[in-house]
């Protein structure tokens, strides 16, 4: 039962409210201001074990995947150690070779998860060390891997999946601080991402304190039957991540591109009925991205901008909502927030279970 009104209520409401209180949780006793890093001994590796990781691949499904995508630019950019993210469900299919200098990682809010579970128990087979960034204490993922971090969370009830995204989002930033500390990143740029993760709860609540001014537009969108999300580089993942939460409860069509890849192809199905939602930070990418909203206004798409404030959007018609900034590598989170809102509140105005949408299970325990 929601207050379609208000458009408040529920579990993904409840679990999107204790975002900031979950950020807290995660970082709780991990930073270290003195020293600008990270202490996770759960991750039960040492010094000379850290220095001689030549690559990270990380593993997870759906979303997990999507914050997967964002963990490997935070590992690339904070640690230089080269890292992507593959969909888990697809890694063991490929006989993959597992190399002994590689750490791989299992993110998973269930820990349950089969297909992440599997890829887990792939890598071992062969050999290899993996650690997990996982929810739910004692679930299957946590007892396979040879270390992790427990994301605090607390319990997430609603389908799709809001405050553990974040708390994984955070334990990535954890991780990379502490592999880039072992590692080359200065202390000053240590101490400069600590002091922004220890300002990343109160900036959480201040995003979510947009959720009122998201409505309008969110019924604007879920009147539209299809609807691109786009981002570049790191807004990439958010714009996959806004496209699954979008599509996950409202069961419109929604498509994650990159923005750079639009004019090889989607800008064919821009018009009137589509509407693009468009990440634009404040990076070196900024005005690349207002060059591409250009191009769709261009052609008469409707525009929904997720930026910061002081970006010059030119006289591109959109309607705008601005992020406070943090870290440009500690952007993405920020960015991604007000996407569930519009999710979440164009779910609640079609009047769908937002909670339990069809066809879906929280976790996905048979292939
Ligand atoms: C998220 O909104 C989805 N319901 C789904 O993609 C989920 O993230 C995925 O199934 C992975 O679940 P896990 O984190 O429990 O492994």
């Known amino acids: 039962a929601y207050d379609v009104e208000h458009g408040e209520g529920g579990h993904m409401w409840r679990e999107m409210q204790d975002q900031s209180a979950a950020a807290e949780r995660v970082l709780r006793g991990r930073l270290d201001e003195r020293f600008g890093t990270a202490h996770l001994g759960g991750l039960n590796m040492d010094a000379r074990e850290t220095r001689a990781i030549r690559r990270v691949k990380i593993l997870g499904c759906g979303s997990a995947y999507y914050v997967g995508q964002m963990g490997a630019s935070l590992i690339e950019e904070l640690a230089r150690i080269p890292a992507d993210a593959e969909a888990a469900s697809e890694f063991r299919y490929r006989d993959p070779v597992i190399e002994p200098d590689t750490l791989y990682v299992a993110v998973s809010q269930s820990g349950e998860t ?5 890829a887990v128990q792939e890598v071992r087979r062969k050999g290899g060390r993996v650690v997990g960034l996982v929810n739910v204490v004692g679930s299957a993922i946590a007892r396979e891997v040879d270390g992790g971090i427990y994301l605090h969370a607390g319990p997430e009830v609603a389908v799709a999946s809001t405050k553990a995204l974040t708390t994984m989002f955070l334990a990535f930033s954890l991780l990379a601080l502490q592999l880039g500390r072992v590692r080359d990143l200065s202390i000053s740029d240590g101490k400069r991402i600590v002091a922004a993760l220890q300002a990343l709860p109160d900036q959480v609540e201040e995003v979510m304190s947009l959720s009122d001014s ?9 009147a539209a039957d299809s ?5 570049r580089v790191r807004g990439f993942p958010v714009a996959r991540e806004g496209a699954q939460k979008f599509k996950e ?3 419109r069509h929604a498509e994650a591109y990159q923005t750079s890849e639009l004019k090889h192809g989607p800008l064919a199905l821009i018009s009137a009925a589509v509407p693009t939602v468009a990440i634009v930070p404040q990076d070196e990418l900024t005005d690349r991205n207002v060059g591409a909203l250009h191009e769709i ?10 930026t910061h404030p002081g970006v010059d959007l030119g006289d591109v018609p959109c309607r705008r909502f601005d992020v406070p900034r943090s870290e440009r590598e500690l952007d993405p989170i920020l960015l991604t ?13 079609l009047g769908l279970d937002v909670d339990k949408p069809r066809n879906l299970a929280k976790s996905v325990t048979v292939e």
């Open 227 to 231: 609807l691109f999300f786009v981002g």
């Open 249 to 251: 409860i409202t069961y």
């Open 214 to 222: 998201l409505v309008e537009v969110a019924e604007q969108l879920a």
């Open 337 to 349: 927030l007000p996407l569930q809102l519009l999710a979440y509140h164009a779910a609640s105005h």
């Open 297 to 306: 206004a261009a052609r008469g798409g409707p525009l929904v901008v997720v």
């Open 114 to 118: 089969i297909d992440t579970l599997l």
